[in-house]
Every structure is written in C-alpha cells, then in structure tokens.
C-alpha cells in the first residue's frame, strides 16, 4: 500500500524556471492538499481539493496552480519560480466528511529555487 | 477564526525524564484536535487526536494528550522519554464546518539527551 507519493524527493530551480511536483494517492480520498512547511513556521495551506475538478485557495496560493482532473492525483504547479518558493513541500490527502480524519502525508519534496 | 500557539519552539529532555509539549488553541467551537510528529526528512505522522468523545487522549509510543476546554490547551506529555522521540512536533486545529483548511502549529523541536 503506497499511500501518498510525492516526486521528485530533491528539486533546484532557476528564478523564473516552472515546474510541477507531482502528488498520487491510492486511497480513494477525496480530499488532497498541498502545504509548504519554512522554518519557525509550520505547515501553511496552499491549494487543496475535495474531488476531481473541484479547488480551492488556502492560506498562500499566490504563484502556485493546482488542478484536480482526477481522484488519485493532485499535482501542484510553479509557473515562475522564485526564490520566496524555496521551502519543502508536502502533499497531504483524507476521507471527505467529518474533519476529524487523519491526514495522510507524501514524504515530501526539497524545492531551491536559485 | 480558530488558530493554535505552540508556547514551545524548542525543548530539551534528558533520556527517561518526562516530556511536556504545549498546545493552546482558540476556536469559536469544539474544535478536533491533533498531534503529528515529524522525524527529520520524513512526512508527518499522526501521534493522536481528540474528537470529544474523551479528554484524556492516548497515542502511539507512549504520548498521551489532555483537552482542557476551561485552559484552551491541549498539551503532549510523556512519562520518560527515549532517544527515539526526538523530532518535530506539531498541533494541529481542524477546521470549522464546511471549510478543509486545517490550522497548524509552528512546531516544537524536542532534543532527547543521553
């Protein structure tokens, strides 16, 4: 059982390079999300998903894309990377329903941006 | 709007003493609440949560977890700690009804000595 992979593990990026880190789950969840974790500051939300074609913004979506075309994947896109975005990245999915559900989480990708 | 304060950013034990992490929370409802653990360069892991059906919450690896609902606080304790425990520790408020964006710590840095 793979649970939540997230790729590639390492990334360096060229200021306003783009790229896609990829998310897959074999869970069936509906909800997918996507945090950045910078130190001293936690794990912030940046896009997430309850069900294919369906996204929404979380705490800091701006330079970031997402699209939901379907249950198992949810891939997150730089358009123009910037330094700001050099951060770790993880990808987290559930159940829908009660909030009280566990999280699930990708191991995470280690994103430069020089 | 809910949010949690990890009175902690960093906590040093001594192997086989006890271990107190600090969680205070504000919700304008009765909040789920979580602890995740982070060992270095992995995802987050799910130590435990509390969903109202008791106050006293046991988890994995010995944490356990008390709500205070008069204290808006619920912190991590464990009897003795191991080397094993050192990691990242997060508490996490879920979101209100309706919305998926869960609310996330700044993390506390348990150091285990020998």
């Known amino acids: 059982n793979a649970g939540v992979t997230q790729t590639p593990k390492f990334q360096v990026l060229k200021t306003g390079q783009s790229m896609t880190l990829q998310c897959a789950q074999d869970m069936n969840h509906e909800y997918m999300s996507w945090y950045r974790q910078d130190p001293g500051m936690g794990l912030r939300l940046i896009h997430y998903?309850?069900?294919?074609?369906?996204?929404d913004q979380g705490e800091v979506p701006n330079g970031y894309n997402v699209s939901r075309s379907t249950t198992e994947d949810f891939p997150l896109r730089l358009l123009s990377a910037a330094p700001s975005q050099t951060s770790v990245y993880f990808c987290a999915s559930k159940r829908a329903g009660t909030t009280n559900e566990k999280l699930f989480f990708g191991s995470g990708t280690q994103l430069s941006v020089l | 709007a809910q949010s949690v304060t990890q009175l902690d950013s960093h906590v040093s034990v001594s192997e086989g003493t006890p271990v107190l992490l600090r969680c205070n929370y504000s919700?304008?409802?009765?909040?789920?609440l979580f602890w995740y653990v982070q060992h270095p360069n992995k995802g987050l892991q799910l130590l435990l949560k509390y969903t109202s059906a008791a106050t006293l919450v046991k988890g994995i690896n010995g944490f356990e977890a008390e709500f205070k609902k008069s204290e808006t606080s619920f912190h991590l304790t464990k009897p003795s700690a191991h080397m094993s425990d050192a990691a990242e520790y997060f508490c996490?408020?879920?979101?209100?009804?309706?919305?998926?964006?869960?609310?996330f710590g700044t993390g506390t840095r348990l150091k285990v000595l020998a």
């Open positions: 996490v408020v879920s979101p209100t009804s309706g919305t998926y964006k869960y609310i």
């Open positions: 919700s304008s409802y009765s909040p789920s």
């Open positions: 998903s309850v069900g294919a074609g369906i996204t």
